[in-house]
C-alpha cells in the first residue's frame, strides 16, 4: 500500500465515505448491506474526475459489488488495470477477477 500512496491516485474506502442515515427497518432486510455501500460508493464513483486514477479499499467485498462495479465502469468506458486480493477476501471475487485476467500478484509490490 506504501507503493499506491507514492502515486498520484484517489484512495477510497467505504466505510470512510460519509453516507445518510439509513433507518434500522432497511439494515435489517437481507442485502442492506451491499444496497448502502452501492448507493456511497456509486455516489463517489460517479462524481470523480473522468480517468481520474483510485484505490479501493474494503470495496468489492462481495460478487454482487464486483459484478455492479464493472457495469459501473462498463457505463464509464473505463476498464481496471489490476486487483490486488488481500487476506480474507472472498473466493467469488478473487475467482471473477482471475477470470477476467485482472488479479496481480502482490509479491512485486511489498517495500
Known amino acids: 500500500m506504501n507503493w499506491t500512496r507514492s502515486l498520484n ?37 460517479f462524481a470523480r474526475k473522468p480517468d481520474a486514477g483510485f484505490v479501493l479499499t474494503d470495496f468489492p467485498a462481495t460478487l454482487l459489488q464486483a459484478l455492479v462495479f464493472d457495469e459501473w465502469l462498463d457505463a464509464r468506458d473505463e476498464t481496471l488495470h489490476g486487483v490486488l486480493a488481500g487476506a480474507g477476501a472472498d473466493a467469488a471475487v478473487v475467482g471473477h477477477y482471475h477470470t477476467l485476467g485482472l488479479l496481480r500478484e502482490t509479491g512485486g509490490l511489498a517495500a
Not at 28 to 40: V, Y
Request: aromatic share 8%; hydrophobic share 35%; no cysteine.
Open 9 to 45: 491516485l484517489e484512495h477510497v474506502s467505504p466505510p470512510r465515505l460519509p453516507r445518510p442515515e439509513i433507518s434500522r427497518r432497511w439494515s435489517s432486510r437481507p442485502g442492506a448491506g451491499d444496497a448502502a455501500t452501492l448507493a456511497t460508493v456509486r455516489r463517489w464513483f
